[in-house]
């Protein structure tokens, strides 16, 4: 490029840099032909960073000529991370409701084998998977000690229980409202609590099971699932009731089934 020199009013000899205002236009009306075609594409983050890296080199030497570290503001950059949060989130419910089904699954087939229908049965509740044991498989009426030729049942959900032994489970107890007061038991709540340790104490035999994510409760007669008024109804709040806790506690896609 030629450049013109002037002679200032001193006589001394000065360059010509007028051309720079019109180059200096050209270059802004360039860049903002650039950034508009670029906004009416897709909007890419990483693109729109390296397009500005590989201008601000080729232009100003890799100064700060375009600043601007995305397309996208701050409060819209969190938005879209808090919905990708959120995504990941409701994933979680959906990946733990299969797991509880599959293992669900397993334990019916257990149960249709031994045609324990009557006896036992699985079902998902918003806690995870509810296995409830009528005490009339396990136990003489107004007795703590698992029946011996039933204790077999319960080593088989033990081995069912291996590949869930990260989960917290809770053995609970539960009886009627038949009063009970015999040498061994001063109450129905020291009924099922007993009953709750023995049933786990054999649960536990499986030393494939990991102890410390076991724990027993005892209800008495204050958790019944029917009327306490007819022999129906008395038979089904005796029981066993083994929770398998969901890993998120409570899992927003399992709506509460009935086997």
Known sequence: MIRRHKKNHNGEDHIDETWLIPYADLLTLLLALFIMLFASSSIDAVKFKQLADSLNS????????????????????????????????NKKPELE???????????????????????????LNEDGLLITILNGALFDEGKADIKIDKQYIIREISNLLVSE?????????????????????????????IRSVNFLSILLENNKLNPDRFSVQGFGEYKPIETN???????????VELLIVANNYVLTNIRRRTV
Not at 58 to 87: H, R
Not at 175 to 187: A, E, L, V, Y
Not at 229 to 239: C, F, I, L, Q
């Open 58 to 89: 080729s232009i100003n030497g890799g100064t700060g000529m375009m600043d601007y570290p995305s397309p996208i503001p701050k409060e819209q950059n969190q938005s879209l991370n808090k919905e990708d949060a959120k995504n990941e989130n």
């Open 165 to 193: 032994s990260e989960r917290k489970i809770i053995i609970a107890g539960h009886t009627d409202n038949t009063p009970i007061q015999n040498s061994s038991f001063d109450s129905n709540w020291d009924l099922s609590g």
């Open 97 to 123: 409701d299969q797991k509880l089904t599959e293992l669900q699954t397993k334990i019916n087939n257990y149960i249709n084998e031994k045609k324990l229908n009557n006896e036992i049965k699985a079902e």
């Open 229 to 239: 008024s007819t022999v129906e109804g008395r038979a089904k709040n005796r029981r």
